[in-house]
């Protein structure tokens, strides 16, 4: 190449060259100039300078010159011509596009389309594309990645590639869905970019063809006691509607709206008057009841009109009376929509809030279905993509008796409290009552806002599941806790002695300690001191547990299943306060005191305990010192396959005491009910059913204790454990106790009369 530039050119400038350097050296060596720049443009020679440096300037300059002007400069007859650089190859462009989707990163995935693309495609339409079929498939994730190559040829700018790739969705209503398809890639400006289309995202989604989802609902599960009577279904409203273009006598159809809907006929009317002619406009609900006799009263403007239709809802067929168990529904909320929405929910779905609805929503909610289409602009099916059939949620079948927890509640009658029964053989549940109540059907149909204000501000507290979230100090029937400790690590016995004169002061300190009987119960021995509830005795023990440990007590009682969620299964419970030394300093920044120990022996103090937790530690004393979780939730059954699971208690622990201990603690409760020195002698007395009990007054907030009584019969066969708790009414004595005979009177009649029908 060089010598045909040369030859085209003659001599070159190889000669001018030459010559320039030698005058260069030459004058270097004279010291005609200081440095070569001035040969070069630099500091110019004087004016006055002749001879040979002039002329070698001049020279000089023209050299440059043409040199400047030469189409072949110093530095490029020496280069290398760049090469042209090799683009990355497809494969690269296609997996930053797909893991921009696996990610919803749409910006990015818009950024690597081809030219072509993106005149089609403005970035807003892209986006709005993307985000609105997977809002309308219900995409949990999105799983794209490239299946396989293509075999390049030569490349070149416009050349064309596609990439095989597989796309996994994980949808909420249709299951995943797996599709193999092609990417193609177009070379521009030496890079590959997506030649898109709609067509990427799902591989039938082709023109102005939509995407579309029919959901298909599922049936929440009901609810029953053990004997299949029903507590919570599914039922309907009527709604009743407006079509415009079908009304044929408007006044004659709006008299007889208004008086059914109870609303004006020109609030009806205003309703509907800006509606389509083929748009369903509600104006009124209805309780399915009275569905006949809506039709009735509309009969003449139905179809014509007016149209009825039913809107599915929650029932609760025993209103109040298992409201605190069963619980209620209500519409989503936002914030759980977002917890949820993976699993199918919408803003129009109904969900458990509190009770068995609440614990057991994912089994009782089943899992819902529906159909993922491509349809065109008009609504024609083009291709299903995928769907998968709703499953009706299961049913569940509680322990609960209905007739044993209508008593129980009318026995409790509008006393703030509760009566919480158990079966001791299964530790199952029988009862819950708690007063006062609320209709849970009103979360459904609607409060008035009287009803509601009425409800929340209510000091009672309705919504308050009394046996399972209602923290109260216990007050005496924690003294079996106490004379377990005392006897299990303080050495007492069941003869020990106690002299009890009404009154008791620690050592070394001037407070002073009263006893329900302010004359005292004389010399007795600790047995009978759990029998009369002396609480002299069990002072005498907790200081005396606490000088050694003050642990001692907290412990034993945890060990009994206070502190702590009863693992109760259908419900959620309150775990309770045990109070000890580091719960102190954490809650009441103080230390742990005597008087402290001293007040927890008789159940005081910080203790907090619910109606269950008792009731689940005195059906362990009733089963021998096992203490398991009580049961509510007994079968679930799937309606379709009739498959069942049958739930069971579970052994938590045995309590930590001897058979001895417990032998002497079981046989003074039977004394409380059944001797006449006994607290709860004033109400059994003349009962023909061996008892074992124990009664508790407890401080309250009020001016009367919160009255407590415990118990369990037969007692040497337990069929029944009773609790009953009475707020700020008294003493266990006198206002518990009594209700806890009439609860044992109904339960061994209920099953005599169980017998004898059989």
């Not at 490239?146 to 050349?159: I, M, N, R, V």
């Not at 309705?462 to 303080?490: C, D, H, Q, W």
Request: charged share 25%.
């Amino acid at each position: 190449m060089y010598r045909s530039r040369r030859n085209r050119q003659g001599p070159g400038l190889w000669p001018v060259v030459a010559l320039v350097s030698l005058a260069i050296a030459v004058l270097w060596w004279v010291g005609a100039f200081d440095d070569i720049d001035s040969i070069l443009g630099g500091d110019p020679l004087s004016d006055g300078a002749q001879g040979l440096p002039g002329m070698i300037r001049s020279q000089s300059e023209a050299a440059i010159q043409s040199l400047r002007g030469s189409d072949l400069s110093l530095q490029e007859s020496n280069a290398m011509p760049e090469p042209t650089p090799t683009p990355a190859p497809p494969s690269a462009a296609a997996e930053r596009f797909l893991i921009a989707w696996n990610e919803g990163r749409y910006g990015e995935m818009y950024r690597l389309l081809a030219i072509s693309a993106q005149s089609q495609y403005p970035e807003d339409y892209f986006i709005g594309r993307y985000q609105a079929i997977a809002e309308e498939a219900t995409f949990n994730s999105v799983s794209a990645s490239l299946s396989g190559s293509a075999a390049l040829g030569p490349q070149s700018e416009g050349s064309v590639v596609s990439l095989p790739f597989e796309n996994r969705v994980q949808t909420a209503l249709v299951g995943e869905i797996v599709e193999a398809n092609s990417l193609p890639l177009v070379l521009e400006n030496g890079q590959w970019r997506v030649e898109w289309t709609p067509s990427l995202i799902f591989k039938d989604l082709t023109g102005d063809n939509l995407i579309r989802l029919y959901p298909l609902e599922t049936r929440r599960g009901n609810i029953s006691d053990r004997d299949g009577r029903p507590l919570a279904t599914q039922a309907f409203m009527v709604v009743i509607g407006v079509v415009p273009g079908d009304i044929e006598d408007e006044s004659a159809m709006l008299r007889a709206l208004s008086q059914v809907v109870e609303r004006d006929a020109e609030e009806i009317q205003e309703a509907y008057a800006e509606a389509e002619p083929g748009w369903f406009v509600p104006v009124g609900e209805a309780r399915w009841q009275d569905e006949q006799e809506i039709k009735n009263s509309l009969a003449p403007f139905i179809n014509r009109g007016v149209l009825l239709k039913r809107r599915p809802i929650r029932w609760y067929p025993e209103g109040p009376h298992t409201a605190h168990i069963v619980g209620y529904v209500t519409r989503i909320t936002g914030e759980q929509l977002e917890e949820l929405k993976a699993e199918g929910y919408s803003e129009e779905d109904y969900i458990g809030q509190t009770g068995v609805e609440v614990w057991a929503e994912e089994v009782l909610a089943g899992r819902r279905g529906g159909k993922l289409a491509v349809v065109t602009p008009k609504g024609e099916v083009v291709k299903v993509i995928a769907e998968r059939d709703a499953e009706p949620g299961r049913d569940i079948e509680l322990t609960l008796d209905l007739e044993i927890q209508k008593a129980a509640e009318e026995m409790l009658g509008e006393r703030p409290g509760s009566i919480t029964i158990l079966n001791p053989r299964d530790n199952s549940v029988l009862a819950l009552a708690s007063y006062p109540r609320f209709d849970p059907n009103k979360f459904v149909t609607g409060f008035t806002n009287e009803e509601w204000t009425r409800l929340v501000e209510d000091e009672r507290h309705p919504f308050l599941a009394r046996p399972t979230n209602g923290g109260y100090p216990t007050g005496s029937i924690f003294k079996v806790v106490t004379m377990a400790a005392g006897m299990e690590i303080g050495e007492f016995e069941a003869s020990s002695r106690f002299e009890c004169n009404g009154s008791w002061r620690s050592v070394g300190q001037g407070q002073v300690w009263r006893d329900w009987r302010p004359d005292g119960h004389g010399e007795l021995d600790l047995r009978q001191g759990l029998v009369e509830s002396c609480n002299i005795v069990f002072y005498d023990i907790a200081a005396e547990l606490d000088q050694q440990n003050p642990s001692i007590i907290p412990e034993m009682a945890r060990n009994f299943g206070f502190g702590a969620s009863t693992g109760i299964v259908g419900l959620f419970d309150s775990p309770g306060v045990v109070p000890d030394e580091e719960w102190k300093r954490s809650y009441v920044d103080e230390p742990w005191y005597r008087g402290d120990s001293v007040n927890l022996g008789i159940g005081q103090g910080y203790l907090l305990a619910t109606p269950l937790q008792v009731a689940n530690a005195y059906s362990a004393l009733a089963m021998n010192g096992e203490l398991r979780t009580p049961v509510l939730i007994r079968r679930i059954t799937q309606p379709e396959t009739k498959e069942s699971r049958t739930l069971t208690a579970t052994t938590i622990r045995r309590l930590d005491v001897t058979e001895t201990t417990l032998a002497t603690i079981r046989a003074a409760m039977i004394k409380v009910a059944g001797d006449v020195s006994g607290t709860a002698n004033y109400a059994f007395n003349g009962f023909h059913i061996e008892t074992a009990a124990k009664t508790g007054s407890a401080e309250s907030s009020g001016p009367e204790s919160h009255a407590w009584f415990a118990g369990y019969a037969p007692a040497t066969e337990p069929r029944y454990a009773v609790v009953v708790m009475v707020e700020g009414s008294g003493t266990g004595s006198e206002t518990a106790a009594p209700v806890g005979r009439q609860a044992f009177e109904f339960l061994f009649a209920a099953e005599r009369e169980s017998t004898a029908s059989n």
